[in-house]
């Protein structure tokens, strides 16, 4: 007790009222619940508040054993010096639950044994319902995911079988309509049918990138990691991508001119790089070529993804690697939003990292680094 409040006791004491005049005042106008029991347990004191909420005379629990008046208190083996217990008490009349907070306290004799059982209790009852109902919505949105989940991965299995079909069926149509037509009806004809299959394309992508994002944020998912050369394999995602460009821009590509063999899944990385390239060759249409460049530091590889493109505006630069986020200024560029989400949730599955600097109107450059082994 600090002098203070010493102070203020004598000043209370010399005014006439006694010590245990002052308890009792406290003790009659605590809202917490003041129980002592014997060392078998058998009441001697209960405090009115606990009168009150319970619609029972204090008489009544006196000379009584406290489990066999509250039916929930734990048995004297169980309870531990300064713990902490929720127990659930029942009204006697109305039948109103509360849930009380008990904190115990032995009282021990000079031999080391119990004399008694001093308890304190708090109304927690609201504290507790909160509680419950957190957990509550938690599970149900955790069982939300696990649908959103199983719905995802159906969907995605399930739409591939009609967009292959399709595809067949139209480029079929395409092989029949070199036959009887005139020139100007099969070129209108083989337009529309462009635009079929560029669009099944599509979506074929969309549905391959949401099961992708799918599985890269499953935990358990399994890495298949395989010895990569990797300066080789990054130069050949590279020639793949100005093969399919066709007489388009390319990728120049830079490296070290020792290889390493790293430790990686092949397909995941892949899927990191081609994203990275093919977005620095979306994003800079009409502006130098994109470079690739792989250097070693240490334990690490770094490989980089410039373009001199567009560029992302400062304001959406925290948020690109966000799910179904573009930025403002792509404009008609067509894209999901979700290939920046993917390439972040895979290099993390990696145990690598990605960062970028960018400049509006100057271009972007991408970082992916990973260990080696």
Request: hydrophobic share 40%.
């Amino acid at each position: 007790m600090n002098t203070s409040s010493k102070n203020s006791i004598k000043k209370i004491l010399s005014s006439g009222i006694t010590e245990e005049e002052i308890l009792q005042l406290f003790v009659e106008n605590s809202e917490d619940i003041l129980i002592l029991t014997d060392s078998e347990m058998v009441l001697e004191y209960v405090s009115q508040s606990l009168e009150s909420m319970l619609e029972i005379e204090v008489s009544d629990f006196i000379g009584k054993k406290i489990n066999s008046v509250m039916e929930n208190f734990p048995s004297l083996p169980l309870m531990k010096p300064n713990q902490k217990m929720v127990i659930p008490l029942i009204t006697s009349i109305t039948k109103q639950k509360y849930l009380i907070e008990f904190q115990f306290k032995p009282i021990y004799t000079a031999a080391g044994t119990i004399q008694a059982i001093f308890a304190i209790g708090k109304d927690v009852t609201d504290r507790e319902l909160s509680l419950k109902k957190f957990k509550d919505t938690a599970f149900k949105e955790k069982e939300l995911n696990q649908l959103k989940s199983r719905f995802v991965s159906m969907a995605s299995h399930e739409f591939r079988t009609p967009l292959a079909t399709i595809l067949s069926s139209t480029m079929l149509i395409e092989i029949l309509l070199q036959k009887d037509f005139g020139q100007e009806i099969k070129e209108r004809i083989q337009n529309h049918l462009k635009k079929i299959i560029a669009q099944t394309n599509r979506l074929t992508n969309i549905t391959s990138d949401v099961l992708l994002l799918e599985k890269s944020i499953q935990i358990d998912s399994k890495i298949l990691r395989k010895k990569i050369q990797i300066s080789s394999f990054l130069k050949e995602v590279v020639d793949v991508i100005n093969h399919e460009n066709l007489e388009r821009r390319r990728v120049n590509y830079s490296g070290p001119e020792v290889d390493k063999i790293i430790q990686s899944d092949p397909s995941l990385l892949t899927h990191i790089f081609r994203n990275l390239i093919l977005n620095a060759l979306k994003y800079s249409e009409n502006a130098l070529e994109p470079e690739v460049q792989l250097i070693f530091r240490g334990n690490y590889f770094e490989v980089t993804v410039k373009d001199y493109g567009m560029g992302i505006p400062k304001e959406d630069q925290e948020h690109i690697f966000g799910s179904f986020y573009r930025a403002k200024n792509v404009g008609n560029i067509k894209g999901t939003g979700l290939g920046l989400n993917i390439v972040k949730e895979l290099t993390k599955k990696l145990n690598g990292e990605i960062w970028f600097a960018s400049k509006v109107g100057m271009g972007s450059t991408f970082y992916v680094s990973f260990p080696v082994k």
